[in-house]
């Protein structure tokens, strides 16, 4: 078992666990493409390569169920919550960029529906080519970062239905760089776009109508809402963990090069944090990079 070590500064320090998850039977992770969890704060890892699928396991990182295997060719995004539609039931969304669809599933691995046409992409402007994550309101409104193929976000209603979609390749407010990486609503009812070619966060209303953005960030790949209601942002290219608060503001940054716990050694490309703050990072471009940080 590899040696624990502390990262953060401040609220924010951590305990790197980066043997979470592994075992005799699962001696290793293949790449992690995404990562989510439920009420629960089971986490469930979105694995890409060696046997693409959802692995489910507890906080301490024991499994608890596999589900998808042979349903994915590149496996990109996933996000679990809440779906008004459902009740509230909670589900998760997933996003394949080879099948340009978006699929929702129960949280067991039951296929309840799905987007985009698996067998080619989405016209110009149209849901999907490529699509990055897609994630629902509380009012269970769909949005879709779309992603590596356009430059756009689709808003669905409750129903499914596509409702608007905004974007097109640029510098400006509103236009972005490839790819768009997420799309999320904060506490404050901003949709928060990860505009990563450009290396901003831009802010909309849910119709698409630009509100700001933050900006300095070098290769966001994935933010994650704390229970604080603080702004995790991990950067692929620093490579690093931002955490701000609702106005932008830096709180912390911590995160360096290298292979030793608590380290990135590849591309930090997906977060989610638990109930009691523990934060789960997964890298892509190598395999096995997936650590847990231990709130302390």
Known sequence: MAPRRTVGDGRWRYEAVPDWGRSRERPAFGVVSGIAGDRQD??????????????????????????GVGEFRHPHGIWIGPDAGRGGEEV???????????????????????????????????????????????????????????????????DGTLLRSWGRKGTGPGEFRWPVHHALLDPRGRLLVIDRGNNRVQHFTTTGDYLGEWGGFSMPQDLVITPEGEVIVCEGSRPCVTVLNLDGEVLCRWGEAGTEPGQFSASPHSAWVNSLGDLYVGEVIAPDRLQMFVRR
């Open 42 to 67: 089971n986490v469930y890892v979105f694995q890409r390569t060696i046997e693409p699928s959802v692995l489910v396991f507890d906080r301490g990182g024991s499994p608890l169920r596999q589900w």
């Open 92 to 158: 998760a969304l997933v996003t394949d960029r080879d099948l340009h669809q978006v699929i929702k599933y129960s949280l067991t691995g039951e296929r309840l529906q799905a987007w985009g046409d698996p067998r080619a992409p989405g016209d110009a402007g149209e849901p999907f080519n490529q699509p990055a994550r897609a994630t629902l309101g509380p009012d269970g409104r769909m949005y879709v970062a779309d992603g590596y193929g356009q430059y756009r976000v689709h808003h669905f209603g409750p």
